[in-house]
C-alpha cells in the first residue's frame, strides 16, 4: 500500500474505518497522507457507506476493508463513489480474505491481501496485490531499520493453491466444534467466521482472561481509532475471535467453549 501511494503521488485525505489495524494506520502516516475515519455499519460491520459518500468529495482515496474477510463484493459502492468523486482512488483491502490466485472481481484501482502471520494462510510474508491498469507499482527505498520493508518472492501457485486447501480444511473441523458447542445466539454469521471464529459476548475482558488463564489464546480485536465511531466502538466491546488456524488444535477449541459456556451461564 505504501509503495502504491508514493509511486502514483497520492496525496490528500484517505478515508478508512474506525476498526482498522493500527500497521495500516501507521503505514500511511508514514506515507504522510492525512486520515479521515468513519464508522462501520452495524448491519454489515463493513464501511458505513453514508458516511463515506458524506466525505469522498474531499478524498484522495478510501479504504474498503472487508471485516473478518467477509466476501462480499463492493463494486457497486464503489461505483457510487465514482459518481461523487470521479478522481478518488479505491483500495479493495482484503487482509482478512483468503487470497485470490488471478485477477479479483474489483472495480478497485487496487486489491490487496495479506499472507502474513496468523492470517487467512501464511505463504512466508507480506502480501499479493492487483493494481488496475494505468497506475503505477514501484518499490520505493526507505531507510535501513526504519518501520517498512521491501521484500519481493515468488509465488509458487501449486504449492500455495494446495497449502490453502489444507487451511480450509483445518478452520471448517474447528469452526464446527464452535458452531455445534456454542451457543448460536452469541455466534456471528457464517461469512464472518472465515478468518477466525467471532462471538459477541456481555463480558469479553472477563472472557478472554478466563481463557487465557487456562493457557489458551483468543483475541479481542483492534480498538477503533476514532472515539466518535459507536458502531465500531460497541463491537469492539464485546468481540471475541476464536482462533480456527494451524497454531490451535482441536481440543483446545473444546477447551475454549467449555470455558466460555461456563463465564455466560
Known sequence: ?????????????????????PDVVDTLRYARNPLHFVDIDAHT???????????????????AVHTYGIEDNFNEQFAALR???????????????????????????????????????????????YVSEGWNYEEINVPEND??????????????????????????KLNAIYRKNLPATIQLPAPYQHWRFNI???????????????GLFASGHYKPQAEDCTVATNLYNHIINLFNDFYFKEEQALKTCEIINEKIK
Not at 1 to 21: D, Q
Not at 147 to 167: C, F, G, P, R, Y
Open 1 to 21: 500500500m505504501f509503495n502504491f501511494i508514493k509511486s502514483n503521488n497520492l496525496v490528500g485525505m484517505i478515508i478508512l474505518p474506525a476498526n482498522i489495524c
Open 45 to 63: 460491520l463493513c464501511l458505513d457507506w453514508q458516511q463515506v459518500q458524506s466525505v469522498a468529495k474531499d478524498a484522495a482515496a478510501v479504504l
Open 83 to 129: 459518481a461523487v468523486n470521479p478522481n478518488i482512488v479505491i483500495i479493495d483491502d482484503r487482509c482478512l480474505c483468503m487470497p485470490e490466485l488471478g485477477e479479483p472481481n474489483s472495480i478497485a484501482d487496487m486489491v490487496i491481501y495479506s499472507t502474513g502471520e496468523k492470517k487467512q494462510v501464511e505463504f512466508g510474508a507480506g502480501g499479493i496485490g
Open 147 to 172: 518501520v517498512l520493508t521491501n521484500e519481493t518472492w515468488a509465488l509458487d501457485e501449486k504449492s500455495q493453491l494446495a497449502k490453502m486447501d489444507a487451511v480450509i480444511k483445518h478452520k471448517e
Open 200 to 214: 459477541i459476548v456481555p463480558d469479553k475482558e472477563e472472557i478472554l482472561k478466563a481463557i487465557f488463564d487456562a
